[in-house]
């Protein structure tokens, strides 16, 4: 079992840099697939982006791909999501998930969720 709690999310304005951290607890962290969703007020949560259990695959959504970029450290127990050049349209609750395959892109495949963290981008 692990348990999620995301930070970083914040007002920022269009163009601007975020970064997001989910830390973990549990000693069992290095053996999940961690993944990255948000949810828009009135839309389903939507898929951002997944890292593999030594942080060597990574698997972004198409809106995700030259702007936010995944990393891990294992050490610490925790997933970071660097944000550039953030869209309105980014903005949104931002949910760390826990799961068993980079390549798994729909929610029910994750079975730990983290609480989220807002993120709301200005233009």
């Known amino acids: 079992q692990v348990q999620l709690v995301e930070s970083g999310g914040g007002l920022v304005q269009a163009g601007g840099s975020l970064r997001l951290s989910c830390a973990a607890s549990g000693r069992t962290f290095s053996s999940y697939v961690i993944g990255w969703f948000r949810q828009a007020p009135g839309r389903e949560r939507e898929f951002v982006v997944t890292?593999?259990?030594?942080?060597?695959?990574?698997n972004y959504a198409d809106s995700a791909v030259g702007r936010f970029t995944i990393s891990r450290d294992n050490a610490k127990n925790t997933v970071y999501l660097q944000m550039i050049n953030l869209k309105p349209e980014d903005t949104a609750v931002y949910y760390c998930?826990?799961?068993?395959?980079?390549?798994?892109?729909?929610?029910?495949?994750?079975?730990?969720w983290g609480q989220g963290t807002q993120v709301t981008v200005s233009s």
């Open positions: 890292i593999g259990r030594n942080g060597g695959t990574t």
């Open positions: 998930a826990a799961g068993n395959s980079v390549f798994s892109m729909t929610s029910g495949a994750y079975g730990y």
